[in-house]
């Protein structure tokens, strides 16, 4: 958009971060009574509920269960009110669908699903705002449900998205620089073994910027999971706390 | 009833079309007392309405003595038959018996107890997924096809499940046939080249199994390109491939 | 309709060829089908052939109202149909997770790397702008959609033309290509997709499989990228897990199958436009050759022969000296015997009879053992049997 400066000469971005600093994160786990496992999660000003049922019997077909892991089964859905104007389909157009199967298969990797075979794992997310990094908000929305839920994982899954302007990557977009016509990396991470579970990106970059863009997005992923884990530690105490005796 | 095989000769190794029909007259052949009756064998693709013989299916007009003629027609997809021996991929275990996919509009049984030394405690170990050589004993177009492991005996005779490695692959059915002929030049001239085993299926299916998985593939490709090549062209291909300079 | 199901003998098989770097015909695991396009007889039809999977790419386009948020900027449409013509597994009217990933793989490949100047369809800003409608349907499925369906996308834009118009005020009219020769579209480059398939958690990779490496896969990871070594998108997919620098290693194949595939669409594209200048016949019809055999025909396959001769005398340097491969006799089970080396009978049920063979002189043991079954074509009840060549001697 012209007349925007996604990066100002002193190094300043839109809202006044610097480039790779990362929005204000919060979260809560447990919000809801009737899941199984529940966070919500705001990132700047984007917020994310995820709830999480399972493991359950497979309900409709029988023929979907498989015989040796459990189905995980993923639902993207975002508010109307979410976006600035009023979205009409929440769900069930493309756009959700892909955003739906590309969560199952980040949670795929990361769940232990060889522990429950023939049972279904239901994760649905929501997005209550949205204001850029609608996939990453969900990931780590759910990986707190997860936790929360007390189904095995691998390790955290940690997702942040990256930009390049001018030969200087960003870490965590917001919405404003995502449609300025940049580049926009997502990444979900298992931030101890490094391994990515989903790499998407769009939008023109050159091949030489790709190791310094997917570095800085890593570097984002990494510093998210400690967050993450400091949520979850307070959670925790919170919780053994009451019940301690 | 040499009028009936004359009205064939001119038409044998000819290709014949749907509709065609060879007309015999009949009066003349009833007033020669001396004739006896004698049977003429209709195999595949071609069927009998009154007093005519009629071409069902599109392709050349074969001829065996003394009396048995048949249409040699080229497709793809397998309608079972009783008798045939068939590989088929297990695809599920219900009950008693495994549900066998044979490449055909329906999928067959096959029995628990239909291999050799099964009993109602000992099962045979056969999983989904796996390979298994058998036999049809019922297939018609009212009831379900059913095969088997054994032979009228009890025997198993070569049929069953198969071991683990080796590479499946699909061919046309007119190839599968050409390879099963007792006197198949496809399969000798493949001899010459390396050892190997192979099982053919007569709904198009064949396995094989070399030293290495490179002489696995490199037989499996020969075979598929066999498909449409004349004698000569073959030859020459096995030449080059058993020369190494392929 | 059913798809015949994949048996644990397939997938060994191909887990156990992409082990030995093999691959079913004879390929190398960086190496791309042969890729042929041909253009029809509109302006905007293209057929791509990737092996033997076939797509088809049509564009079309026509006058609307622009969005609301660009005015000045025209719109492009993507449609992929899975039809039931290309695999028994496909169903119409159902969606699937296989189209809705190819769709908005598409899209984002073709839309969001702005490879169209879409600022250029624009005829009456505010008012009246181009849509441009791309619609890809698979013809025969054998592996790899994605890539066929991007280079018939791009392909098919860049042959497309849109007829000419005249504005004055604010009419507009538009010409028949009669009237007045249509326009090309503006391609500022060329985005096309490159898969590569992964396989044993993610030790072992292969560039565009074929459907029968994509059923064994364990994910895949999709780039496109244009000959300038811009990437347009990458995506992966399936749940596996990656590492950084395979994702910079597939990054550099891709950059190098992309130059050499947009070198193709290129040559093809003059091709059609020299043939159409110099009043040949083009289109489809010229490309499905006559009076030939179309689909059971094989190209050559590159198959390694390399140690074939090396191993063909191996193997009779063996059978030349069984006692030191085999102590003979061995005793497998009460009644049976076997000496010398033979192939091990892979039948599952206790088959020692076949060891019997191997007494018969050197050059039986290299005959391959193989069920010989004469069953006569007819219908009739009678079926012979003949047992295996070698028993009928012994027994």
Redo the contacts between chains.
């Keep these: 958009m012209a007349g925007l400066e996604l990066l100002s000469d002193q190094g300043y971005r839109l809202d006044g971060r610097k480039a790779t600093e990362l929005r204000k994160l919060q979260a809560r786990m447990g919000v809801f009574g009737q899941a199984d496992g529940s966070a919500y999660m705001e990132q700047g000003n984007t917020k994310a509920l995820a709830v999480v049922y399972g493991p359950h019997e497979v309900r409709g077909s029988r023929s979907k269960s498989l015989h040796d892991r459990a189905v995980i089964n993923c639902q993207y859905s975002m508010a109307t009110f979410s976006t600035a104007e009023r979205k009409r389909r929440p769900h069930g157009d493309r756009k959700s669908s892909e955003m739906s199967l590309h969560l199952k298969q980040t949670f795929e990797a990361a769940v232990l699903t060889q522990l429950y075979p023939r049972s279904q794992i239901d994760i649905y997310v929501k997005i209550l705002q949205s204001d850029g990094g609608n996939y990453s908000a969900c990931v780590n929305a759910a990986t707190l449900a997860l936790v929360d839920a007390g189904i095995p994982m691998r390790d955290y899954v940690c997702a942040c998205t990256a930009g390049f302007v001018e030969d200087t990557p960003l870490a965590d977009l917001c919405h404003a620089e995502e449609s300025g016509g940049g580049t926009t990396l997502s990444l979900a991470l298992l931030p101890r073994s490094e391994s990515i579970a989903l790499v998407q990106m769009d939008a023109r970059l050159h091949q030489d910027h790709l190791p310094a863009l997917m570095e800085a997005a890593t570097v984002a992923c990494k510093g998210l999971s400690k967050v993450l884990d400091d949520v979850v530690r307070q959670h925790l105490q919170e919780v053994s706390v009451q019940t301690r005796e | 009833m040499d009028i009936i095989h004359s009205c064939f000769k001119a038409q044998i190794g000819e290709v014949v079309l749907p509709g065609d029909v060879f007309r015999f007259n009949v009066s003349s052949v009833e007033d020669d007392s001396s004739v006896k009756a004698e049977k003429i ?4 693709g071609l069927r009998r309405n009154g007093d005519e013989i009629q071409v069902y299916k599109s392709g050349i007009l074969r001829h ?1 003595q003394p009396n ?1 003629y ?1 249409i ?1 027609s080229q497709q793809k997809r397998y309608v079972p ?5 068939v590989i088929g ?1 297990v ?1 599920a275990k219900t009950g008693d018996i495994f549900k066998v ?1 044979v ?1 055909s509009s329906e999928q067959a049984s096959l029995s628990y107890l239909a ?3 099964a009993t109602k405690r000992n099962r045979p ?1 056969v ?1 989904v ?3 298994v ?1 058998a036999q049809f004993i019922i297939a018609n177009k009212d009831m379900e096809p059913e095969l088997v492991c054994i ?1 009228s005996c009890g025997r ?3 049929m ?9 692959f699909k061919v ?1 059915l007119g190839l599968v ?1 050409r390879l ?3 006197q198949s030049e496809i ?1 000798k001239d493949l ?1 010459k080249i ?7 299926g ?1 709904n198009g299916r064949v ?1 094989i ?1 070399a ?8 037989v ?2 020969l075979l ?2 066999c ?2 090549m004349t004698a000569q062209q073959r030859q020459a291909l096995f030449k080059r ?1 058993a020369d ?3 | 309709m ?1 798809e ?10 191909l887990l ?2 992409i082990e ?1 770097k ?1 691959r ?3 390929r190398q695991t960086y190496d791309y089908r042969n890729i042929k396009i041909t253009f029809g007889t509109d302006y905007g039809c293209c057929t791509v052939c990737l092996g033997k999977t076939r797509v088809l790419a049509q564009v079309s386009c026509e006058l609307v109202p622009p969005k609301d948020a660009r005015p000045t900027e025209g719109l492009m449409f993507f449609n992929l149909e899975l039809s039931p013509m290309a695999s028994p597994g496909f169903q119409s009217n159902r969606q699937s997770e296989l189209l809705v990933t190819l769709n908005r793989q598409l899209e984002r490949c073709l839309r969001n790397s702005r490879c169209i100047d879409t600022e250029s369809l624009c005829v009456i800003s505010g008012e009246k702008v181009w849509q441009i409608r791309v619609d890809v349907h698979v013809l025969n499925h054998d592996g790899n959609l994605m890539d066929a369906a991007s280079v018939a996308a791009i392909s098919a834009l860049s042959h497309f033309k849109r007829p000419e118009v005249a504005i004055q005020g604010r009419d507009v009219t538009v010409f028949s290509p009669e009237e007045r020769d249509p326009v090309p579209l503006s391609v500022y480059h060329m985005p096309i997709c490159v898969s590569f398939a992964f396989f044993q958690q993610g030790t072992y990779l292969l560039v565009d499989p074929c459907e029968k490496e994509e059923q064994v896969m364990d994910g895949l990871l999709v780039i496109a990228m244009n000959k300038h070594r811009e990437i347009c998108f990458i995506q992966s997919s399936g749940g596996i897990m990656l590492l950084k620098d395979q994702v910079l290693r597939c990054s550099k194949i891709a950059s190098v199958k992309v130059s050499e595939i947009t070198e193709l669409i290129s040559k093809a594209l003059e091709n059609d436009k020299r043939v159409r200048k110099e009043g040949g016949k083009f289109g489809f019809a010229e490309s499905v050759a006559k009076e030939r ?1 179309t689909v ?3 190209e050559e ?1 590159p ?7 090396a ?2 005398d191996e ?1 009779i340097s063996k059978a030349d000296a069984p006692p030191e491969v085999v102590p003979s006799p061995v005793i497998v089970a009460t009644g049976t015997g076997q000496v010398g080396e033979g ?1 091990q009978s ?4 206790e ?1 020692d009879d076949d060891e019997e063979e191997e007494m018969s002189d050197l050059t039986e043991r ?16 009678e ?1 012979v ?4 060549a070698g028993q009928s001697k012994c027994s």
């Design positions: 064998i209709c195999g595949p065996k048995l048949w040699d038959v009783k008798g045939e021996s991929i695809t996919d490449g291999f050799e030394g170990n999983q997924g796996d390979l050589y032979d198993a005779n070569g069953g499940v198969f071991g683990a490695d080796g590479l499946l046309s046939r099963l002929s007792p399969v001899e390396f050892p190997f085993e192979m099982v053919v007569l396995w199994k030293k290495t998985i490179q002489q696995t593939l490199i499996a490709n598929e390109s498909e449409n491939v190494g300079a392929l | 059913r015949t199901p994949l048996s644990n003998c397939e997938r060994d098989f156990k060829s030995a093999k079913l015909d004879g055999i059971l025909t094989r396959a198959l390694e022969m390399t140690d074939v001769q191993t063909a193997i192939l892979t039948w599952g049920l088959d290299e005959k391959k053992k193989d069920e010989v079954m004469v069953i006569s074509d007819s219908e009739e009840e079926v049997i003949l047992n295996q």
